[in-house]
T-cell receptor, first 114, second 113 residues
Framework: AQSVTQLGSHVSVSEGALVLLRCNYS??????LFWYVQYPNQGLQLLLK??????LVKGINGFEAEFKKSETSFHLTKPSAHMSDAAEYFC????????????FGSGTRLSIRP | NAGVTQTPKFRILKIGQSMTLQCTQD?????MYWYRQDPGMGLKLIYY???????DKGEVPNGYNVSRSTTEDFPLRLELAAPSQTSVYFC????????????FGPGTRLTVT
């Protein structure tokens, strides 16, 4: 069975600092991996996805993530945080062998200090 | 394109009442999903549909029913509402053979008291 673990339910960084949100996955088959962002009172929006092409994936708003098979990780990073990055971030995994279903992590709330 | 739309945005139900959460997508996606999001938790899959007339249970289906009579619409029915169903409900859709991205609606915040 697939699963996703996000380390840290809340991360706080200063504006301009590096953002690092951690995600580890478990999958018995090559996975597809996603990061979604949820701004307050909104639905989820795709930030980026890994679908077995390049291991370093670039997404919107300056975010990127690196797929590391040996570490079963897909951490999300951004070199310099902006106030507008404050949101909830979800890592998700799917093998698309079963009706395109996605398993979501429990989320990490990112706060930005001025 | 409106994408995925959900109505209502907010609703308060009394215990034992019933209601239907509406979801419509205009992207001609074949797959549609209903999730619930509880505070501090990720999304849990309630039901999904792989096409008109075909639905299946997800991780937490108890207390809910769905139907899919058209490609566009995927309503979620709550029968005999219970406080445990207080949550935010999201509808999503995707097209198989595409980018595998799920597109989400804005959500319905439901409180059962």
């Amino acid at each position: 069975a697939q699963s996703v673990t996000q380390l840290g339910s809340h991360v706080s960084v200063s504006e301009g600092a590096l953002v690092l949100l951690r995600c580890n996955y478990s999958s018995s088959v090559p996975p597809y991996l996603f990061w979604y962002v949820q701004y307050p009172n909104q639905g989820l929006q795709l930030l980026l996805k890994y679908t077995s092409a390049a291991t370093l994936v670039k997404g919107i708003n300056g975010f990127e993530a690196e797929f590391k098979k040996s570490e079963t990780s897909f951490h999300l990073t951004k070199p310099s945080a902006h106030m507008s990055d404050a949101a909830e971030y979800f890592c998700a995994v799917s093998d698309y062998s079963s009706a395109s279903k996605i398993i979501f992590g429990s989320g990490t709330r990112l706060s930005i200090r001025p | 394109n409106a994408g995925v739309t959900q109505t209502p945005k907010f609703r308060i139900l009394k215990i034992g009442q019933s209601m239907t959460l509406q979801c419509t997508q205009d992207m001609n996606h074949n797959y549609m999903y209903w999730y619930r999001q509880d505070p501090g938790m990720g999304l849990k899959l309630i039901y999904y549909s792989v096409g008109a007339g075909i639905t299946d249970k997800g991780e937490v289906p108890n207390g809910y029913n769905v139907s899919r009579s058209t490609t566009e619409d995927f309503p979620l029915r709550l029968e005999l509402a219970a406080p445990s169903q207080t949550s935010v409900y999201f509808c999503a859709s995707t097209q198989t053979g595409g980018s595998y991205e799920q597109y989400f609606g804005p959500g319905t915040r439901l409180t059962v008291t």
